[in-house]
């Protein structure tokens, strides 16, 4: 195939400088001796560290310039070469070339793993960003492929030839055959991750290697499915994994990899209307976040987590805005984050949990949302959601025909017509709650709507009180439903005029007093201290010396 000459990574390496030799021999020998505390340091220090120096703005050497380094050592030549696209995907816009050639040597990579006999032992941190990084670059292609604006026709037609090179299908079977070669989901299923948790993902006498592709390829899946707006088939992909067991998840040590896990289930549970799980596990995460982040400060991935922190509480807002029930489920430190991040004036729709923990997060925005305003809706789930991408590759022979906006727009519009569907009932549920009891003509007459609408409406508000939420076992997408009301109500007819009247019975959750109690008494206790603190003495002036 003819590719372009100017890809950045063909530049001339006749020169390697001497601590990057260095470094290619030093972690050869380390990978060779199975040491996992010095593999770790050289892959999380030593490389960023001189990617920083050396490679700022271009590629590491080809694998070529280091083969004898290393006794032109198949295996290590294509852990080597893994290394060097990702630096390459992270410093430069990869070509058409680079992308095939990356997804090449994935296949050799895992190819190797999957039918050799691999003894060798890798940190898990590497493993997992393996598995991310494969699945970045197979979102990348397909994004890039739907770019056709600004292709020549030479590009288009090799595109064309390139209908093999990262194909969804190719990369779930590669997910799927890891998964089934490791055994994992035997191993989940016999103690749900004890054993794999309480030795760190490194079982003495074995290698690592198979066993935590497996694991981590089950995250993997749940990504792509939800990527192409397949929700239900990606939560149905983490079993045996349990979500809400975290104490046996391995995932919780390593950060990339947690996030990833309730970013996603978070998400699929939002698109399949599951708000209740979708807050649990957005909770889960936001907390854990909470917890961690101070512990990546100086990580390269500080950004990429307080980025990801920032879309997850978009999230919440539209699960809040969609199931105000979510809002007693949440940590504290959850709320009174939230309370950095929403609005004031919102008293009048939520209670007391909810004005402290939404209060200054998004201005005035929730509120709106609980009136049923789309555009605000429309505006977090831009922001909140992923890069969606389409399973199969465009109509290469009329480029006008679909645009790389394509996917968004189709999940948006599913997101945004759950939103349409009880948009408008929040005005109604705020005329019942001024009522124990009102006839329909009257509810119809304040609505300013007939009474068939009404009766529609009022259909509507009751499915949307009940949830589907998980109760128990592995399968993530099993549940039962359960009311998330704050109010419930019935049509009954009155005896004595024959008119038939909604009668509203009070299902509000009771709040916690205690904790209400508590936080409003330290806060008193506070504000008493500093009443009562002695004043500051003013420092004397200085008298002058004469």
């Not at 990057?20 to 030093?26: A, G, I, P």
């Not at 998840?249 to 998400?267: E, K, P």
């Amino acid at each position: 195939m003819a590719f372009r000459d100017y890809d950045p990574y063909e530049r001339d390496y006749g020169i390697v400088p001497d601590i990057v030799k260095q470094f290619v021999v030093y972690l050869y020998r380390h990978i060779r001796e199975r040491n996992i505390p010095e593999i770790e340091s050289m892959y999380e220090v030593s490389f960023p560290k001189l990617s920083d120096r050396y490679f700022k703005q271009g590629p590491w050497p080809p694998v070529d310039a280091i083969s004898d380094l290393v006794d032109q050592d198949h295996v290590f030549c294509l852990l080597y070469k893994e290394l060097y696209f990702r630096h390459l995907y992270a410093k430069t816009q990869p070509s058409l070339r680079a992308r095939c050639e990356s997804w090449d040597n994935y296949c050799d990579l895992f190819g190797v793993i999957l039918h050799g006999n691999v003894n060798m032992l890798l940190p898990n941190s590497w493993l997992w960003a393996m598995v991310d990084e494969f699945l970045y670059q197979f979102q990348s292609f397909a994004q890039y492929r739907t770019k056709l604006a600004g292709k020549s026709a030479e590009e288009i037609e090799l595109l064309k030839k390139c209908d093999k090179v990262w194909n969804i299908l190719d990369v779930l079977n590669v997910l799927q055959a890891l998964i089934d070669k490791s055994d994992i989901v035997a191993e989940l299923s016999r103690d749900g991750g004890a054993e794999l948790a309480a030795h760190d993902g490194y079982i003495p006498g074995q290698s690592n290697v198979l066993r935590m592709l497996g694991y981590f390829s089950l995250v993997g899946q749940l990504r792509v499915h939800c990527l192409i707006g397949d929700y239900s088939t990606g939560l149905q992909s983490l079993f045996p994994l349990n979500l809400f067991e975290r104490g046996k998840l391995y995932t919780q040590l390593l950060s990339g990899c947690h996030i990833t896990l309730f970013y996603y289930s978070s998400f699929a549970y939002l698109m399949l209307q599951r708000y209740t799980d979708a807050g649990r596990c957005l909770n889960a995460i936001l907390s854990y976040i909470h917890r961690v982040k101070q512990l990546h400060a100086r990580n390269a991935a500080y950004d990429q987590i307080l980025k990801k922190n920032e879309q997850m509480y978009a999230l919440l807002a539209l699960v809040v805005g969609l199931c105000p029930a979510v809002q007693s489920t949440l940590d504290e430190h959850v709320l009174v984050a939230l309370k950095d991040k929403f609005g004031e004036k919102l008293q009048a729709t939520l209670g007391e949990r909810v004005l402290v923990a939404l209060k200054d997060k998004f201005g005035e925005k929730l509120q709106r949302m609980f009136r049923g305003d789309e555009g605000l809706f429309d505006e977090a789930f831009m922001y909140g959601c992923p890069k969606f991408i389409t399973a199969a590759p465009p109509a290469y022979d009329n480029p006008s025909a679909a645009g790389p906006q394509e996917a968004y727009l189709r999940q948006r519009s599913l997101f945004l017509r759950q939103v349409g569907g009880v948009s408008r009932l929040p005005l109604l549920k705020q005329y019942l709650l001024l009522y124990s009891s009102i006839s329909l003509p009257k509810l119809a007459g304040l609505l300013e709507t007939d009474e068939a609408t009404l009766r529609t409406a009022l259909a509507c508000l009751k499915k949307s009180n009940y949830c589907l939420q998980w109760d128990g076992g592995r399968d993530m997408t099993s549940g039962s439903f359960t009311s998330t009301a704050d109010i419930d109500f019935y049509i009954d007819v009155d005896t004595a005029t024959g008119a038939e009247l909604v009668m509203l019975s009070d299902n509000i959750t009771t709040r916690h007093q205690a904790e209400l109690l508590s936080r409003h008494i330290v806060k008193f206790e506070a504000i008493v201290r500093d009443l009562e603190a002695p004043p500051v003495a003013a420092a004397a002036p200085a008298q002058a010396a004469y």
